[in-house]
């Protein structure tokens, strides 16, 4: 089974990588800017797999340049403390 396929488990995933991004000193911009990459990624070449997933692409489809990154920062937040190592 996918990570992509349960919310609360792809919110664990992210929180786990957020957390060991931390740790390693990267900065929060850099995990900003990669997060907006990765969200990019994924709108264009992923099938949402859940609905709050279909929300998400949908919103990332309809943003700005801004939005994207702002909606990036955003699940950066919803996942910081998410994730079997949290900090």
């Known amino acids: 089974m996918s990570v992509l ?8 995933f992210l929180g ?3 957390n060991k991004a931390k740790a390693k000193g ?3 911009n850099a995990i900003a ?6 969200g990019g990624y994924l709108a264009d070449k ?3 797999k859940n609905e709050q997933q279909r ?3 949908d919103l ?7 939005e994207q990154h702002a909606i990036a920062n955003m699940m950066i937040k ?3 403390n998410n994730g079997t190592n949290k900090q």
């Open 33 to 38: 800017d990669f997060a907006t990459e990765i």
């Open 16 to 18: 786990d990588r957020l």
């Open 55 to 57: 929300v998400l692409s």
């Open 46 to 48: 992923v099938d949402p």
């Open 78 to 80: 919803l996942v910081e």
């Open 60 to 66: 990332w489809s309809v943003a700005n340049k801004d």
């Open 5 to 12: 396929n349960n919310w609360d488990d792809w919110k664990s």
């Open 26 to 28: 990267v900065s929060q």
